[in-house]
């Protein structure tokens, strides 16, 4: 939803990057073009007002002619201030004391609310409570029937004691539901109400019915991200019709540009608590205003993929695959290669998780690109495998391959590539267990190589030149090297390989495999 303000957003800060002060002129011409990004990305005006004049005032001060890299602080206010206007801290649910937690769901018509409703319940349920969805929205044709439906999927509980489509007294279904939880022993009660096409007397009235009914703990606005500044207007007459306490954004994961999202929380002065950014119940999480503004500045958002991949990968197993990586390249399987990436694949999507990386916003197209699957047919290959062969990719030959091509509907070259793409990752997989990082980087901390000095050493004699058998010859090649060492030392990187000629340096192994032949 951010693509194009990120992209503003990144080509003004790279016209920056190659200065060493920066005078008025350049702040000035610098907060115009982030005021047309915002303005393109349809924030609204009194909110990109507010935001220009913060930026200027902190940019010109002592904060930015005092500092080593300008433009870098610059980028570091821009972050600050977005992170404001997106509410600030994170804000997190407000739990009664005395269960069960009351939360209402109000919006319009169209907003998502019910599928939202199962998302929520989801993420609660995850959070270690018992959530029951109430079903009162009785007016909009087979709304029930949907929120059963979400439940279901969500695996959570539904309380729908009226069939809807008109039939009912919604006001009443809220009430009873606290009763009928208390009896049920849940905790947190969703009510899920019902929307109109536009704002609108009766459904004010109704929604102020349902709150007065059962005083939620917690009302939640739910916005269409997609709709731009209506999306501000409509969130306006709800605070001051009936009255809320965050905001819920649905529809993230949409092409629309996103004012919504970045005009929402500092107009109506209520904080944005969940974003929904996708059609599964998965995509749902608390929403951050730190890694928001972070995602949309292009710096990734690297703590949100360490609780994806901690709420997927279990500690146990890590150090188990680690463990096996240990002994041996030939311990790690194609099951435990189809293991893994089942499990990223849990994450959630790929081009997603990827768009969570730090840098990857040069790759938006590739990431776009990205086949998901890729991932299906790979899996598809590997299951049409025998158990043997899972253990002991060696084994497939020519007719093997053919076969396993018809059981996994694919090319024989398809399987060709993937096995040769495993035993490449099971040699570096290895060597980084091993040796702590990267293959082929010797003396760089953390990145390998250093770790088993012994055997670097010994692949160095047997990979090194041959020496002379002539005493006085070798004794020149010795003084040779001698010298060469001293001239690398003295390099103006001191790095191992400088002042050696091409002819002595030594490529890794896995380097080598790479190169064309001779």
């Known amino acids: 939803m951010f693509d194009t303000l990120s992209d503003r957003l990144a080509a003004t800060f790279k016209n920056l990057r190659g200065k060493g002060r ?35 005032e902190r940019a010109v001060g002592s904060e930015v002619s005092q500092a080593l890299n300008p433009a870098q ?61 109430v079903a009162c929205d009785l007016q909009r044709p087979d709304a029930v029937n949907q929120l059963s439906v979400v439940a279901e999927r969500a695996g959570v509980a539904v309380y729908a004691p009226e069939p809807g489509n008109g039939v009912g007294d919604p006001v009443k279904v809220a009430e009873d539901s606290v009763a009928h939880a208390r009896d049920k022993q849940h905790d947190v009660i969703v009510v899920d109400t019902a929307g109109r096409l536009g704002i609108d007397e009766e459904l004010m009235r109704q929604a102020a019915d ?6 939620p703990d917690e009302i939640l606005f739910v916005v269409d991200a997609m709709i731009g500044q209506d999306a501000v207007t409509t969130a306006e007459a709800f605070r001051d019709g009936v009255g809320f306490d965050g905001v819920v954004l649905s529809k993230l994961d949409g092409d629309a540009r996103g004012g919504a999202a970045l005009s929402v929380a500092q107009v109506t002065g209520k904080q944005i608590m969940f974003a929904s ?56 399987t194609l099951d435990d290669f189809l293991a893994q990436m089942e499990q990223v694949r849990k994450m959630g999507s790929l081009s997603k998780l990827l768009g969570m990386m730090p840098g990857m916003g040069q790759m938006k197209e590739q990431i776009n ?29 020519g007719s093997r391959r053919a076969r396993i091509a018809r059981g996994s509907g694919v090319e024989v070259s398809a399987v060709k590539n993937l096995v040769e793409r495993f035993f490449e990752a099971r040699k ?4 980084m267990a091993q040796g702590g990082g990267m293959p082929g980087m010797p003396g760089m ?22 020496q002379s058998g002539n005493p006085m010859k070798r004794k020149q090649e010795e003084q040779a090297a001698a010298e060469r060492k001293a001239a690398g030392a003295g390099s103006a990187f001191g790095g191992a390989g400088a002042g050696q000629s091409p002819e002595d340096f030594e490529l890794p192994q896995e380097f080598k495999d790479m190169l064309p032949p001779k």
Not at 32 to 49: G, S, T
Not at 428 to 431: D, I, Q, T, V
């Open 210 to 215: 349902i709150r007065d009914a059962v005083s």
């Open 428 to 431: 570096m997989m290895s060597r």
């Open 277 to 332: 950014n996708g059609e599964k119940l998965d995509d749902f999480d608390a929403f951050h205003p730190d890694r928001m503004a972070s995602r949309i500045l292009g710096m990734g958002d690297v703590l949100t993929l360490i609780e994806k991949a901690e709420q997927t990968f279990s500690q146990q197993e890590a150090e188990k695959m680690a463990a096996k990586l240990q002994k041996g390249p030939k311990e790690f």
């Open 369 to 397: 690109d990205l086949d998901e699957r890729e991932v299906d047919r790979t899996a598809a290959i590997i299951k049409s495998m025998t158990p043997a062969e899972r253990a002991e990719p060696t084994l497939i030959n």
């Open 22 to 56: 920066l005078s008025e002129a350049d702040i000035d011409a610098t907060a115009r073009e982030i005021r047309i990004a915002l303005l393109e990305a349809d924030v609204a005006l009194p909110v990109v007002r507010a935001f220009i004049k913060q930026v200027k």
């Open 445 to 466: 901390p953390g990145m390998g190589g250093g770790g088993q000095k012994k055997k670097a050493k010994q692949q160095k004699k047997s990979k090194g030149k041959r």
């Open 73 to 133: 602080q610059v980028i570091k206010i821009v972050n600050e201030e977005l992170i404001g206007i997106l509410g600030g801290e994170t804000r997190r649910l407000r739990y009664a004391k005395n269960p069960p937690t009351v939360i209402m769901l109000a919006g319009l018509q169209g907003s998502g609310k019910t599928t939202l409703a199962g998302k929520l319940g989801r993420w609660l349920k995850q959070q270690g409570h018992t959530p029951l969805l």
